[in-house]
């Protein structure tokens, strides 16, 4: 079993409709959740951070955590063309002070 | 500007040539990473160093060698680069031990023939 599964899409979406992402992951010690976006050809850029159970929003984006079912999501409202990416989710764990990475989500919404 | 930067960005070598991608933060974090990312797999760290002087291993450090002489430095070294190590390399920084966000730079298509 990986240790950060997700969905590799592609997932599409019209402009204007919610992008859901989700994400599972296995070490039950885990404190710190990410959600990074890709471009191609770019570099991974930080889009969420969460840390506690529940929801947070920034802007059009929200994160949700349940730790009690090791999952997170990332929802994209109101998706536009420009969110088209690779969203990755990360996971730290302070047992082995290392980010584990999902293979990512690849988005694309359709103008 | 703050920035992690990689040289160099494209390399093409051949089997077993010695090579170090360079790795340099201006953003004072203590913590360096390095990561490989192929198509299916993600990301996967290679090494990590909590300081100067402090490195471990990722989940896949076999082939690679890392020193961290300096705190904006973190140099990676193939020793005998083989076929298998052709991929795209990033390295990574953060303020503490990790949980924080990382910062990556442009990356590094390396092709070994």
Same mark, same amino acid.
């Given at each position: 079993?990986?240790?950060?599964e ?9 402009e ?8 599972t992951y ?5 404190? #710190?959740f990410?959600?990074y976006?890709q471009?191609?050809?770019? %570099? ?5 951070? /969460?840390?506690?159970? +529940?929801?947070?929003e ?10 009690a079912?090791?999952?997170?999501s990332?929802?994209?409202?109101d998706?536009q063309? #420009?969110d ?5 989710c990360?996971?730290? %764990?302070?047992?082995?002070f290392?980010? /584990?990475?999902?293979? +990512? ?6 103008a | 500007?703050?920035q ?8 093409i070598?051949?089997t ?5 991608v360079?790795c ?7 913590y360096?990473?390095w ?5 299916g ?5 290679i090494?990590?160093s ?15 060698k890392v020193?961290r002489?300096e ?15 052709t991929?795209l390399?990033?390295?990574a920084?953060?303020?503490?031990t ?14 070994v023939?």
């Amino acid at each position: 079993q990986k240790e950060v599964e997700q969905n590799s899409g592609p997932l599409s979406v019209p402009e204007g409709a919610i992008a859901s992402l989700n994400c599972t992951y296995s070490d039950r010690v885990s404190q #710190s959740f990410f959600w990074y976006r890709q471009y191609s050809g770019k %570099s991974p850029e930080l889009i969420m951070s /969460i840390y506690s159970n +529940g929801d947070k929003e920034d802007g059009r984006f929200t994160a949700q955590l349940n730790k009690a079912s090791q999952y997170v999501s990332l929802l994209i409202r109101d998706s536009q063309p #420009s969110d088209s990416a690779t969203y990755l989710c990360a996971v730290w %764990s302070a047992g082995g002070f290392k980010t /584990i990475f999902g293979a +990512g989500t690849r988005l694309f919404v359709k103008a | 500007e703050a920035q992690v930067t990689q040289n160099p960005r494209y390399l093409i070598t051949v089997t077993g040539k010695k090579l170090t991608v360079t790795c340099s933060q201006n953003m004072n974090h203590e913590y360096m990473s390095w990561y490989r990312q192929d198509p299916g797999l993600g990301l996967r760290q290679i090494y990590y160093s909590m300081n100067v002087e402090v490195t471990d291993k990722g989940d896949v450090p076999e082939g690679y060698k890392v020193s961290r002489k300096e705190k904006r430095n973190f140099p990676l070294i193939l020793e005998s680069p083989s076929p298998n190590q052709t991929s795209l390399y990033f390295c990574a920084s953060s303020w503490g031990t990790g949980d924080d966000t990382q910062y990556f730079g442009p990356g590094t298509r390396l092709t070994v023939l």
